[in-house]
């Protein structure tokens, strides 16, 4: 398989521009090894994100987390019923009708920590927790402890399941039964948040994969063309010349992703894709 440096002296050889050594690669000696080492994480990810890639595809049961974006401070519970709908006692909550809260701590009812409720307001200390029958052998009995807070959440979501998911995730493909919905949120501390109704979530997915050696030959080769088209600009500006070679890689851009899609829709029996919207963005036409 072919390594980093012999991918970005392929993508050079394309250029007509002047290969590098690898001593030039690591030190970032050179014009051409500055380039390509600024576009090589990105041409990566973009391309590793377009496609259902078999040698990059992961599986993962994910670890539910309490993921949601907090919006107040948290707040004591001292009680919840066992009742439809329960009923949970928290002094000077400030929640009103319409709220989602999520739970944490909570002792004994161990069941609400970690999901949203929507809120019901009762009074000023205490709220309902809507359509929550909290009788059915379903829930333990309150015991002690607990903290609640209002958080930033879909509706769609509520009473749903949040987990992180896996730091090299770059798309998740399906949830173990292919039919439960699914959405992926960033948060405010950068990492990428899953929410569904599936609780014990496993997930298949196209990780962040890069260890060269063991790409398959028709995604280096389609990495090598598009790593080139990427340097077009700065190794060869932009006349008449740099024009008819963007023309002929983006050819061969097409002509090679279309074998790599088919090889790969063989493999994962899934539609291959049929339009590259890379080149479309970048324009380079049809």
Not at 130 to 140: C, G, L
Not at 147 to 164: E, H, L, P, S
Request: aromatic share 10%.
């Amino acid at each position: 398989m072919a390594s980093q440096l012999e991918i970005i002296n392929q993508s050079l050889s394309q250029l007509g521009a002047e290969q590098i050594s690898a001593a030039q690669l690591a030190a970032l000696s050179v014009k051409q090894a500055v380039i390509a080492d600024t576009f090589w994480t990105q041409v990566r990810v973009e391309l590793l994100e377009a496609e259902d890639w078999p040698f990059a595809r992961s599986y993962r049961q994910l670890t539910q987390v309490d993921g949601y974006d907090a919006t107040d401070d948290a707040v004591t519970v001292t009680g919840i019923t066992s009742a439809n709908p329960a009923v949970v006692t928290a002094a000077g909550h400030g929640f009103v009708t319409g709220d989602y809260i999520t739970f944490a701590d909570v002792v004994g009812m161990t069941e609400l920590n970690g999901l949203v409720y929507h809120v019901t307001y009762v009074g000023a200390t205490s709220f309902q927790l809507t359509a929550v029958d909290t009788s059915t052998d379903k829930f333990t009995a309150y015991v002690s402890g607990g903290t609640c807070y209002k958080v930033d959440v879909f509706a769609r979501w509520q009473n749903g399941y949040v987990y992180m998911l896996p730091s090299d995730c770059l798309v998740v493909l399906q949830l173990e039964d292919d039919e439960d919905e699914f959405e992926v949120r960033i948060h405010e501390d950068g990492n990428k948040y899953l929410y569904c109704n599936t609780q014990d979530a496993k997930i298949r997915y196209i990780r962040d994969e890069d260890t060269v050696t063991i790409w398959p030959a028709r995604f280096t080769r389609l990495f090598a063309i598009r790593l080139a088209l990427e340097m077009i600009p700065s190794l060869m500006g932009s006349g008449s010349k740099s024009q008819k070679k963007r023309e002929e890689l983006a050819g061969m851009y097409r002509w090679h992703e279309a074998k790599a899609v088919r090889t790969d829709w063989v493999e994962s029996q899934k539609d291959p894709v049929e339009k590259c919207n890379f080149l479309d963005d970048r324009g380079y036409g049809q």
